[in-house]
């Protein structure tokens, strides 16, 4: 009997001690405990506001150096790399006819020149024998006033005369026509010799050959490029910024660029152009960014990463971005009160790129807010504050 009674007391305090083990777990570990949570102060002082891109090195001012009419390159006297001054030629093209339409319309301007010499004697002689033509009728015409000679004689006098002015009108319109064939011819040559000067390729400005197209030989169409040109002092960054952080980006921003090739070493560069169209695939709006100091050994296409200042804000209060939340289409944070959560919703400004978020509104210096909870939060849920949240599998 004693037995049984011991037995039945060994059970019944296994089960209690089980219950109460139960009810351990299910309070701290199980969906009855408080879940975990983190904490961080709001804090006053200055925040900057920056975006991100990436993007690659490019020339703003870029040459491609090519012939307006079919031809055949005969030379090429530059290569990729090579430093050349304004005016210098860069490549030759074979003139085919060109030398010597240049001479025939030389020979038709000299030409020219001797039809008009010979035009102008013309006129000169025709000018004399008018004026003693003229001459000659009004001294018949005085004599037929005093009835010294017949009217017959006096009117042959004035068509003589008469003829000799149409001879001189002749010989100035033969002038005329003698130079207008030499500014014709002139002109004809000023055109072939500008045809003969295109097929000799100069540089435009002081620049640096970025690429040889074609060899001598080579047969090519009209601006089709023979070499390529850059002006190194136009480099400058053509940066892709997402367009949710690309709406505070202006003209003038301050820039911290970094290149593939030295990724320790920061640039400093400034905003120099926005783009008005956007990229509607990659959602990406196109951001131009110069050098204060163009770095040396940089190529053309290098990638970069390029952050550009947005706002600058002296004293303002921030928490933590992680603690921005969204609840009932309302943006703001969780308070604990005596254990417990609250949302309160708070008005946010920039946030930066280090993870800080401007409280405008909601907020004061000094106040907690919840960072991080082991699971989605809830209004007046219970919560225990830990340092760290170690999330499974960590």
């Known amino acids: 009997m004693n037995l049984r009674l011991g037995g039945k007391a060994i059970v019944a305090a296994a089960g209690i001690g089980a219950a109460l083990l139960l009810g351990w777990l299910a309070s701290s570990q199980g969906p009855l405990a408080p879940t975990k949570v983190t904490l961080a102060k709001v804090e006053e ?3 900057v506001a920056s975006t991100f891109g990436i993007g690659t090195v490019e020339a703003r001012r870029s040459y491609a150096i090519g012939p307006t009419l079919a031809s055949r390159v005969a030379s090429v006297l530059v290569d990729q790399g090579d430093a050349v001054k304004a005016g210098q030629l860069l490549a030759e093209l074979d003139p085919v006819d060109l030398v010597d339409r240049v001479a025939s319309g030389q020979f038709a301007a000299e030409r020219a020149v001797s039809a008009i010499r010979v035009a102008e004697a013309q006129l000169a002689e025709a000018q004399s024998r008018a004026q003693l033509a003229r001459a000659s009728a009004r001294r018949y015409a005085e004599l037929r006033a005093q009835n010294f000679v017949s009217q017959d004689a006096s009117d042959a006098k004035q068509s003589d ?10 010989a100035a319109a033969q002038l005329a026509v003698s130079r207008r064939d030499r500014e014709r011819a ?9 045809l003969r000067a295109q097929a000799r390729l100069l540089s435009p400005v002081d620049g640096v050959i970025s690429a040889r197209l074609v060899e001598p030989g080579t047969t090519i169409v009209a601006g089709q490029a023979v070499v390529q040109l850059i002006d190194p002092a136009s480099l400058w960054i053509k940066a892709r910024i997402d367009q949710g952080q690309a709406g505070g980006v202006r003209v003038g921003q301050p820039a911290e660029i970094v290149l593939r090739s030295d990724p320790n ?4 560069g400034q905003v120099e152009r926005v783009d008005w169209v956007s990229d509607p695939v990659t959602e990406e709006r196109i951001v131009n960014v110069g050098f204060a100091a163009r770095p040396e050994g940089s190529s053309v296409g290098e990638l970069v990463e390029v952050t550009i200042r947005t706002a600058e804000l002296s004293k303002v209060r921030s928490v933590p971005a992680a603690a921005v939340k969204r609840l009932a289409r309302q943006d703001g944070v969780w308070l604990i009160t005596a254990g417990h959560v609250a949302f309160r919703p708070v008005k946010f400004g920039i946030t930066t790129l280090d993870g800080h978020s ?3 509104e909601g907020l004061d210096a000094g106040d907690e807010v919840v960072v991080h909870s082991e699971r989605e939060l809830t209004p007046d849920a219970k919560v225990k504050v830990v340092p760290a949240i170690v999330r ?3």
């Open 45 to 47: 002082g200055p925040l």
């Open 265 to 268: 070493r920061a640039y400093r």
């Open 392 to 394: 499974a599998g960590s």
């Open 161 to 170: 005369a008469n003829a000799a002015s149409a001879a001189v009108d002749a």
């Open 186 to 194: 002139l002109a004809d040559v000023a055109g072939v010799g500008k």
């Open 358 to 360: 401007q409280i405008i």
